[in-house]
């Protein structure tokens, strides 16, 4: 936790239950979360998945057909817009051509009444936190993209909203652009303290910049955590694959007096009695193993026993700092697995018979 959320722990905004149909199409399925004071929550899935209905909901330009949403506790579903406290950036920015950056910003606090002098005050000291106070007599067009970009936030954020909202705000930017202008709102967002909800469907981006993530999928919440939680706890097939690079292998749970295995052709993965996850497996049902490349160690010899397996190397690739390799289980699945271990590795060739194996506390098992 940062200090700015130290200092304003409470909810910020609560969604109870809500849905949006157009017609037969559900764009939100009963979707449920709190949002924290100062948290910084990325809303990510695939395109369709209900993440800008999401938004629009929130910022009020959408009514709910059903459920209910809470802004500081108060209920502001049926609250217009203008009377919801809450700052947008849009991907295109929309700034006003015509205005200095010194008026774009201060534009928000002129629409709220703030006298000239104040607004002039609070517009610098904007300014200052997103590094532009020597630009504050030029127009939009004599700026850069990224000038542009902290422009639009400095705008959203000069008023002190409840909650900032930002719907894919780095797609209109290029890659390498992108990555430092990630990390740059991050950065000013934590400074000022504000409650931010943003939207993308690209992964690192979220990984990168939110306290929590809600993964959303054909309009439902599928799982709402931290990047880590997310990563090392996925809750389906779907976050699994979603959020890193994942193996999925399918197979078979058996449990006996040692624990529970789930067993495929060529491998297995077991957990011990002790093992507090054992309870929720059920026996002789199909389950998925979701292994991460990373926590696959490669070996010369064959695998014995125990959480592993072994098959036939398709495809060795040196990455610098680790190899990649693709292992073809006898089923015909495929595993990938990244290795540090350099040397062990080179002496590994594609169509080489191999072992593989992971830490039981390394899988996560998903019923079906
Ligand atoms: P995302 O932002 O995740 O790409 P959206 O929230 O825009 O997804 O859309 C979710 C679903 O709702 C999609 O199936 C989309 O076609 C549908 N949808 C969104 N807005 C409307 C609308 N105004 N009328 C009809 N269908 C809509
Ligand atoms: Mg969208």
Known sequence: ???????????????EGVSKLYGPVKALDNISFELRKGEFLTMLGPSGSGKTTSLRAIAGFIQPTSGKLLIDGRDMTRVPPQKRN????FQDYALFPHMTVLENIGYPLE??????????????????VVGLAHCASRYPKEMSGGQQQRVAL???LVFKPDIVLLDEPMAALDKKLRGQM????????????????????DQEEAL?????IAIFKEGRLEQI?????????????FVADFIGEANLLHGVTRSDDHGVVVEGCSWKASLPKADPRVQ????????????????????????????GGQGIIEDKIYLGVEYRLVVRMRDGSKVNLRSRDVTSVEAMNAGDRIGISWSPSDIVILGD
Not at 115 to 120: D, G, L, M, T
Not at 208 to 212: A, G, K, L, N
């Open 111 to 128: 629409t709220r009444g703030v006298k000239r002098e104040e607004r002039q005050r609070r517009v610098m000291e904007m300014l200052e």
């Open 1 to 15: 936790m940062n200090a700015a959320q130290e200092t304003s722990i409470g909810t910020a905004m609560k969604l």
């Open 225 to 237: 955590g931290t990047p880590r939680e997310l990563y090392q706890k996925p809750r389906s097939e």
């Open 208 to 212: 990168v910049m939110s306290d929590r």
């Open 182 to 201: 990630q990390i740059e709102i991050m950065h000013i967002t934590r400074q000022v303290g504000a409650t931010v909800v943003s939207v993308t469907h």
């Open 280 to 307: 929720a497996i059920s026996n002789g049902r199909k389950a998925c193993v979701v292994l991460r490349p990373e926590r696959i160690e490669p070996s010369a010899a064959v695998h014995q026993g125990g959480n």
């Open 154 to 156: 400095a705008r959203a």
């Open 86 to 89: 809450i700052g947008m950036m």
